[in-house]
C-alpha cells in the first residue's frame, strides 16, 4: 500500500486506538469530541444507546466527577460543571423560571449573594433574603410564587451549622424545592440527600479536589432535576473540562483521610485560640457530625490585634481568597469573599475588619497551632 504523504502523517501518526487498555489509572478523555463508525453509529448516541457525543454534552471524565459526588452524598444523580457558581446557577435553572421566587438564606457566600441578588433578577426570577436563624421568619417570607429555599448547611464564613431538618421540612410542608450548598461540610460530614433535600451543590475547588489546583463545581440530586440541570449546563457551556474533572476525581480518593485529619486539627486550633484574651471570639461549628466539626475555623480578633500585622506575621501560613485544600491558609472575608455584600447586611452578620477566616490543613497541628499564636502575639505587641 502507498505510503501517506507527509503532511498526511503529521496528523494520523498514532495506532488504531485498542478498543480495551488496562490502565490502573483511569485515562483522560481530552477530546472535544468521540468519532463513530458509520451515521447509524452516531445515531445510536441520540438514541441514547451510546454515552458520548461531544465533551460538552457529556465527557468519561466530567461524568466520574458528577457520578462520584452523587454516590458520595447518597443522590440519584450529578453533574460536574466549570466551577461551584456554574453548578448553582444550572441547579436554581432546573426548578426556576421567569416569574418564580427563591428564598434564600441571608449569609450566604458572597458570590452567591451576589448571582442572587443582581444576575438572576434579570432573568426574571425574584430572590429575597432572609435570617434562617428563625424558620419561622423563613416561612413568613414564602409567598405563593416561591418554588426554591436556598441555604449552605454550614455557612461561610461564620460558620452557622443550618438546621437541615427544619429548612428541609419547611419545603416539603410547602410543596417547594430545598437546595443546600454542601461545600463546607462535605458528604464527609453531612449527607442533605439523605435528610431530603432535591439539589445538593459543591463547590468542589474546595474539599472534593482538596489541593487547591481545580476550579470545579458539582450538583446532585433527584435523577429528574439533575435532567433538567445537566441541560442547561450544556445550553449555558458551563461543563466541566475533561482534564478538571480528574483533577477533582483524583482528589476525592482522599477526601476521608484529608477530611478527618483537617477536622481534627481544626477542633485544636479552635480550642487553643479560645484560650487567647486576643482572639475575642472563635467561630466553630457544635454537633455538626459524629465524624468531626469541619475543617474552617473563623476568629474575631480584639480590637488590640493590629489586622494588617497579623496577615503579615504569619510566617509559612499564606494568605489566599480560597479555602480546602492541604495547606493552611487564611482569608479575610472583609476584603475577599464577603466584599460585595451590603455594608449594612454585613455588620448586622457580623463580618467585619478583625473577622479572619481559617482554612486549616493536613499539617501538624503544633505548627498550624504556633503560627497563629506567634501572629497574634506579635501583632499586638507591636500595636501596644
Ligand atoms: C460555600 C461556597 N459555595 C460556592 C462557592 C463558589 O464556588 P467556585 O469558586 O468554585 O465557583 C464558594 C466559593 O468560595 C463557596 O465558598
Not at 487547591?212 to 473540562?241: P, R, W, Y
Not at 499539617?363 to 501572629?375: G, K, R, S, V
Request: glycine share 6%; charged share 25%.
Amino acid at each position: 500500500m502507498r505510503e501517506k504523504q507527509f503532511n498526511t502523517q503529521t496528523v494520523h501518526f498514532q495506532k488504531k486506538e485498542a478498543a480495551y487498555h488496562v490502565s490502573k489509572a483511569k485515562p483522560i478523555y481530552q477530546t472535544t469530541a468521540f468519532t463513530f463508525t458509520d451515521l447509524d453509529d452516531m445515531e445510536s448516541f441520540y438514541e441514547g444507546e451510546k454515552s458520548y457525543l461531544y465533551s460538552r454534552y457529556s465527557n468519561p471524565n466530567t461524568d466520574d466527577l458528577g457520578i462520584g459526588v452523587a454516590l458520595l452524598e447518597g443522590a440519584e444523580d450529578g453533574v460536574a460543571t466549570s466551577s461551584g457558581m456554574a453548578a448553582i446557577l444550572a441547579g436554581i435553572l432546573a426548578v426556576a423560571k421567569e416569574g418564580d421566587h427563591v428564598l434564600a438564606s441571608e449569609d450566604l457566600y458572597g458570590g452567591t449573594y451576589q448571582l442572587f441578588e443582581q444576575e438572576l433578577p434579570n432573568m426574571g426570577i425574584e430572590v429575597s433574603f432572609v435570617s434562617f436563624t428563625d424558620l419561622k421568619k423563613v416561612e413568613a417570607a414564602l409567598s405563593d410564587k416561591t418554588v426554591l429555599i436556598y441555604t449552605e448547611s454550614i455557612t461561610n464564613p461564620l460558620l452557622r451549622v443550618e438546621d437541615l431538618d427544619g429548612v428541609i421540612a419547611l419545603a416539603k410542608k410547602h410543596h417547594i424545592y430545598s437546595m443546600i450548598d454542601n461545600t463546607f461540610a462535605t458528604p464527609y460530614l453531612l449527607k442533605p440527600t439523605e435528610q431530603g433535600a432535591d439539589l445538593i451543590v459543591h463547590s468542589a475547588t474546595k474539599y472534593i479536589g482538596g489541593h487547591s489546583d481545580v476550579n470545579a463545581g458539582v450538583l446532585v440530586g433527584k435523577e429528574e432535576l439533575i435532567k433538567k440541570a445537566k441541560s442547561k449546563v450544556v445550553t449555558l457551556g458551563c461543563n466541566l473540562t475533561p482534564f478538571e474533572a480528574w483533577l477533582g476525581c483524583r482528589g476525592m480518593k482522599t477526601l476521608s483521610l484529608r477530611m478527618q485529619r483537617q477536622c481534627e486539627n481544626a477542633a485544636k486550633l479552635a480550642h487553643k485560640l479560645s484560650e487567647y484574651s486576643a482572639v475575642s471570639k472563635v467561630y466553630y461549628p457544635k454537633s455538626v457530625s459524629e465524624r468531626g466539626n469541619g475543617a474552617m475555623v473563623s476568629i474575631d480578633l480584639a480590637d488590640e490585634v493590629n489586622i494588617e500585622t497579623f496577615f503579615k506575621e504569619l510566617s509559612w501560613v499564606k494568605i489566599a481568597p480560597t479555602l480546602a485544600g492541604v495547606e493552611t491558609t487564611v482569608s479575610y472575608p472583609l476584603r475577599t469573599s464577603h466584599r460585595t455584600i451590603p455594608d449594612h447586611l454585613r455588620v448586622d452578620l457580623g463580618i467585619g475588619k478583625q473577622l479572619v477566616r481559617i482554612s486549616v490543613g493536613i499539617e501538624d497541628e503544633l505548627d498550624i497551632i504556633e503560627a497563629f499564636t506567634q501572629a497574634i502575639e506579635k501583632a499586638q505587641t507591636k500595636n501596644l
